[in-house]
Nanobody, 124 residues
């Protein structure tokens, strides 16, 4: 079982920034690709960003491209989502997800393990 521990959520004003963290363990980190999804109240969970196993390729949804950046620190077994220029519509619970091996990274069912989620609230 892969354990994912998210942190970094909170409340921020529009235009502000937050960095979310998703910590795993040495045993699993290097063999997995990683993604971030979010779910706003009353809406379905949606893809935000992903990074492949090597960290050499990243993917972002068109809405967040340029504002959100995914990265990974292999020494800390942690994946990050840096979010800039936040908007009220970015308010959601953000989830970290891990995918064993290679393959698509933009759908929920591409992933094998999920974190518990962290709340991000952006006020206008």
């Amino acid at each position: 079982q892969v354990q994912l521990v998210e942190s970094g959520g909170g409340s921020v004003q529009a235009g502000g920034s937050l960095t979310l963290s998703c910590e795993s363990s040495e045993r699993f980190f290097r063999n997995y690709a990683w993604g971030w999804f979010r779910q706003a109240p009353g809406k379905e969970r949606e893809f935000v960003a992903a990074i492949n196993r090597s960290g050499g390729s990243t993917y972002s949804s068109s809405a967040e491209k340029g504002r959100f950046t995914i990265s990974r620190d292999s020494a800390k077994y942690t994946v990050y989502l840096k979010m800039n220029s936040l908007k009220p519509e970015d308010t959601a619970v953000y989830f970290c997800a891990a995918k064993r091996g290679m393959g698509p990274l933009v759908r929920e069912n591409d992933y094998d393990y999920w974190g518990q989620g962290t709340q991000v609230t952006v006020s206008s």
